[in-house]
Nanobody, 124 residues
Framework: QVQLVESGGGLVQAGGSLGLSCAAS????????MGWFRQAPGKEREFVAS????????NYADSVKVRFTISKDNAKNTVYLQMNNLKPEDTAIYYC?????????????????WGQGTQVTVSS
């Protein structure tokens, strides 16, 4: 089992920044990739970014590339998402997820552990 706990969401004005954290515990060594997803009201859950626990390679959705940065601290079993130049369309619940897959897992079904989510609201 792997437990994931997100923190750091909140309300910010357009153009502002927020940082999210995802603390992982349990059998984290069994997961090879970590990802961030988001889900806005009435929309499907969508991929935001992913990172490999070992290699540190990253992947981003085109909509957040350049503005968002995913990183990790292996010693703390924590993954981060730094979000800059936020836009109202970034408003969503953000979820951290863990995947057994290497490479660049993209789809929600490729991840088998999920956090409870944290709300990010960007006002215009």
């Amino acid at each position: 089992q792997v437990q994931l706990v997100e923190s750091g969401g909140g309300l910010v004005q357009a153009g502002g920044s927020l940082g999210l954290s995802c603390a992982a515990s349990g059998r984290t060594f069994s997961r090879n990739s970590m990802g961030w997803f988001r889900q806005a009201p009435g929309k499907e859950r969508e991929f935001v970014a992913s990172i490999s626990w070992t290699a540190g390679t990253t992947n981003y959705a085109d909509s957040v590339k350049v503005r968002f940065t995913i990183s990790k601290d292996n010693a703390k079993n924590t993954v981060y998402l730094q979000m800059n130049n936020l836009k109202p369309e970034d408003t969503a619940i953000y979820y951290c997820a863990a995947s057994p897959r290497y490479g660049y897992p993209w789809y929600p079904h490729e991840y088998d552990y999920w956090g409870q989510g944290t709300q990010v609201t960007v006002s215009s």
